[in-house]
């Protein structure tokens, strides 16, 4: 079955801890994970995707297919990275997207 | 990125009517769009899968005579809520998928059925 599971429905942290948004996927195929953020009152929009290998906001994730994982990752958590953090997995050749639950990050001044 | 808008951005109806919610693709051209629906402190879920110049697929479990699909030009795809009962009250979000495989997304519409 395909699935994305994010097993923390809420992260609360001081500022300038280290953060980790944790994702697992279940995919037969070969996966290609997304992180997307929706900020208070705003529309949903991509962080990243594995494929770019890309630092957003100081943010990066790393795919590790032998943990199935695709965690977020910030050394230095910031008040404006309060946020829903959902990770989303890309399922079949139309692009479709299966998301997780989402986790909602709160960084603490 | 590609611009993506949604109308009405909020609407009420009675029970048993219908309700027609845009998404328009602003500055690209796309042949897929995806229409979702959120529930309250939860997650995205997939409806269906819109293409331009064809038939919706829909997700296992969607209605599709409930929940018509449109899209008839590179820019338009509208979801018509037919019948509508007060369990269809959400939040519905439109997606715009590009040539790179990313999506961008309408900022939603909130539907609450009375």
């Known amino acids: 079955a395909q699935r994305v599971t994010q097993p923390e429905k809420l992260l609360s942290v001081f500022k300038g801890a280290p953060v980790e948004l944790k994702c697992n996927y279940s995919?037969?195929?070969?996966?290609?994970l997304f992180w997307y953020v929706q900020y208070s009152r705003q529309r949903l929009q991509l962080l990243l995707r594995?494929?770019s290998r890309e630092s957003i906001k100081g943010f990066t994730a790393d795919l590790n297919k032998g943990e199935t994982s695709f965690h977020l990752k910030k050394p230095f958590a910031q008040e404006e990275d309060s946020a829903m953090y959902y990770c989303?997995?890309?399922?079949?050749?139309?692009?479709?997207?299966?998301f997780g639950k989402g986790t909602k990050l709160s960084v603490k001044p | 990125g590609a611009v993506v808008s949604q109308h009405p951005s909020r609407v009420i109806c009675k029970s048993g009517t219908s309700v027609k919610i845009e998404c328009r693709s602003l500055?690209?051209?796309?042949?897929?769009m995806f229409w979702y629906r959120q529930f309250p402190k939860k997650s995205l879920m997939l409806m269906a899968t819109?293409?331009?110049?064809?038939?919706?697929?829909?997700e296992q479990g969607v209605e599709k005579d409930k929940f018509l699909i449109n899209h008839a030009s590179l820019t338009l795809s509208t979801l018509t809520v037919t019948s509508a009962h007060p369990e269809d009250s959400s939040f519905y979000i439109c997606?715009?998928?590009?040539?790179?495989?990313?999506?961008?997304f309408g900022p939603g519409t909130r539907l609450t059925v009375l």
């Open positions: 500055d690209f051209q796309a042949t897929t």
């Open positions: 995919y037969s195929g070969s996966p290609e």
């Open positions: 989303a997995l890309m399922r079949g050749s139309q692009g479709n997207l299966i």
């Open positions: 819109s293409n331009e110049g064809s038939k919706a697929t829909y």
């Open positions: 594995h494929i």
């Open positions: 997606s715009v998928r590009t040539s790179w495989d990313e999506q961008f």
